[in-house]
């Protein structure tokens, strides 16, 4: 969902327009959410405080409306209800990992296939009139069947749903899932397939540039996150299937004491790493940390082979966890399993690294002047506040603040000459 993120805000979209199929349904109409504010929570989820606020692109949804009601098929507009957790769960992605803009949230019907591809065809006619830069995503899971324990129980044929779906993306043939049996779906017990449909009729006739980017069942349900078209140009959809995602059940941690602040970073790194990649486990904070856990911290948990070739390197400028130790649990799986550069860390491998977490001070705006790339971290932003780049502080081979800025600024798509803002930040980093 992170290189889901990157993407959109690659594409410079404006707008965010999410199809569920958990919101309330109507037969014969696409419902969606009135504003002029969205909201969702995760109560639901026992996590009432997570929640998740936009701004509704009404001039979007009206001309979504109209070129709709064109093709004889109906919006029908809801007021006073909160968002699905269909909608809310790819929104908080979203917003947790740099995207900002504005939302139209939709649910499907119980219309035929043929029309949800029309639908989509709506939507991407109203964008193209109003000649604006919009990401749609089409959320909802593959499979619900595919292991023994899995929630809505186990169907040895409910994998072949998922293979059909995957490697209709993987080559590019998005058709084909227009044409899946219907018992095969049924045999799955999917909640996606429509919301794929929508996007499927919003990007019919632009450049095709699929690509899966993440499928994974680890509880009996098919997650996948995968990029129909779009290059990050141009007016049309940058169109995503999303998959919701799920954190792993949390296990009871660790209750040895780690003894200095240094090697208790570290070595929290690599247990969290080496207990998700052996047994698929997400480790809790052990209970007898040292003080700085307990504090709210950005951070950077980098990876490195023992001859100090990187590996893997994934973090969070400010905090969205409520300690320390659980924003470096979250940050060391994600370096170890979703760094774009690198293929998922085997357990082969584990031996053979090393780990360093950067724990960062908050940012704060600064000049040019202020910056010493030996003491300073730097967040590099464009004016729009779209586009980010971070570089992390002494660096070998970064000497002055001009490498550090032009390296930032790549990081961000930013060419060396475009208008920036600048942040700095201190890190104080462990390393084992």
């Given at each position: 969902?992170?290189?889901?993120?990157?993407?959109?805000?690659?594409?410079?979209?404006?707008?965010?327009?999410?199809?569920?199929?958990?919101?309330?349904?109507?037969?014969?109409?696409?419902?969606?959410?009135?504003?002029?504010?969205?909201?969702?929570?995760?109560?639901?989820?026992?996590?009432?405080?997570?929640?998740?606020?936009?701004?509704?692109?009404?001039?979007?949804?009206?001309?979504?409306?109209?070129?709709?009601?064109?093709?004889?098929?109906?919006?029908?507009?809801?007021?006073?209800?909160?968002?699905?957790?269909?909608?809310?769960?790819?929104?908080?992605?979203?917003?947790?990992?740099?995207?900002?803009?504005r939302v139209i949230a939709l649910g499907y019907s119980f219309l035929s296939s043929e029309d949800h591809v029309r639908f989509g065809n709506c939507v991407r006619a109203a964008i193209?009139?109003?000649?604006?830069?919009?990401?749609?995503?089409?959320?909802?899971?593959?499979?619900?069947?595919?292991?023994?324990?899995?929630?809505?129980?186990?169907?040895?044929?409910?994998?072949?749903?998922?293979?059909?779906?995957?490697?209709?993306?993987?080559?590019?043939?998005?058709?084909?899932?227009?044409?899946?049996?219907?018992?095969?779906?049924?045999?799955?017990?999917?909640?996606?397939?429509?919301?794929?449909?929508?996007?499927?009729?919003?990007?019919?006739?632009?450049?095709?540039?699929?690509?899966?980017?993440?499928?994974?069942?680890?509880?009996?349900?098919?997650?996948?996150?995968?990029?129909?078209?779009?290059?990050?140009?141009?007016?049309?959809?940058?169109?995503?299937?999303?998959?919701?995602?799920?954190?792993?059940?949390?296990?009871?941690?660790?209750?040895?004491?780690?003894?200095?602040a240094s090697s208790s970073v570290a070595s929290l790194a690599r247990r969290t790493i080496e207990a998700f990649i052996t047994s698929n486990t997400v480790i809790d904070p052990p209970?007898?940390?040292?003080?700085?856990?307990?504090?709210?911290?950005?951070?950077?948990?980098?990876?490195?082979?023992?001859?100090?070739?990187?590996?893997?390197?994934?973090?969070?400028?400010?905090?969205?966890?409520?300690?320390?130790?659980?924003?470096?649990?979250?940050?060391?799986?994600?370096?170890?399993?979703?760094?774009?550069?690198?293929?998922?860390?085997?357990?082969?491998?584990?031996?053979?690294?090393?780990?360093?977490?950067?724990?960062?001070?908050?940012?704060?705006?600064?000049?040019?002047?202020?910056?010493?790339?030996?003491?300073?971290?730097?967040?590099?932003?464009?004016?729009?506040?779209?586009?980010?780049?971070?570089?992390?502080?002494?660096?070998?081979?970064?000497?002055?603040?001009?490498?550090?800025?032009?390296?930032?600024?790549?990081?961000?798509?930013?060419?060396?000459?475009?208008?920036?803002?600048?942040?700095?930040?201190?890190?104080?980093?462990?390393?084992?």
């Amino acid at each position: 969902m992170a290189e889901l993120t990157a993407r959109v805000i690659s594409s410079k979209a404006e707008t965010v327009v999410i199809i569920s199929p958990h919101g309330p349904l109507e037969a014969n109409a696409f419902i969606a959410y009135d504003g002029p504010k969205l909201f969702g929570d995760f109560a639901n989820f026992r996590a009432p405080t997570t929640t998740v606020h936009a701004e509704l692109d009404d001039e979007l949804l009206d001309e979504i409306t109209r070129a709709a009601a064109n093709e004889h098929l109906i919006v029908m507009r809801i007021r006073d209800v909160d968002l699905d957790h269909g909608t809310s769960v790819p929104l908080y992605f979203l917003q947790r990992n740099g995207w900002t803009g504005r939302v139209i949230a939709l649910g499907y019907s119980f219309l035929s296939s043929e029309d949800h591809v029309r639908f989509g065809n709506c939507v991407r006619a109203a964008i193209e009139k109003l000649g604006r830069r919009v990401a749609f995503i089409a959320s909802g899971d593959l499979s619900h069947r595919l292991k023994r324990d899995a929630p809505a129980g186990y169907n040895p044929h409910a994998h072949l749903f998922d293979e059909e779906v995957v490697d209709a993306i993987r080559s590019c043939t998005t058709d084909r899932i227009l044409d899946i049996d219907q018992e095969v779906r049924r045999t799955a017990g999917e909640c996606g397939y429509r919301s794929m449909l929508v996007a499927i009729g919003a990007t019919r006739d632009l450049d095709s540039n699929c690509e899966v980017i993440s499928y994974e069942a680890p509880f009996g349900v098919g997650y996948l996150v995968a990029q129909l078209a779009g290059r990050g140009s141009g007016t049309g959809p940058l169109a995503i299937a999303s998959g919701l995602t799920s954190s792993a059940p949390n296990q009871g941690g660790d209750s040895n004491p780690l003894t200095s602040a240094s090697s208790s970073v570290a070595s929290l790194a690599r247990r969290t790493i080496e207990a998700f990649i052996t047994s698929n486990t997400v480790i809790d904070p052990p209970a007898d940390l040292p003080d700085l856990f307990n504090a709210r911290a950005g951070c950077f948990v980098s990876i490195k082979t023992r001859d100090g070739d990187l590996r893997g390197c994934i973090g969070t400028i400010e905090p969205v966890k409520d300690t320390l130790g659980e924003e470096i649990i979250a940050n060391a799986i994600s370096a170890a399993t979703r760094d774009p550069r690198f293929t998922p860390v085997r357990a082969a491998e584990l031996p053979n690294l090393k780990y360093s977490v950067d724990v960062l001070s908050a940012p704060e705006p600064c000049s040019f002047d202020d910056l010493d790339p030996k003491i300073y971290g730097v967040i590099v932003e464009d004016e729009s506040e779209f586009r980010r780049g971070l570089l992390l502080p002494d660096l070998e081979g970064i000497d002055t603040a001009e490498q550090q800025v032009e390296i930032a600024s790549g990081k961000a798509g930013l060419t060396p000459d475009a208008d920036v803002k600048l942040f700095r930040f201190r890190a104080e980093r462990y390393s084992e």
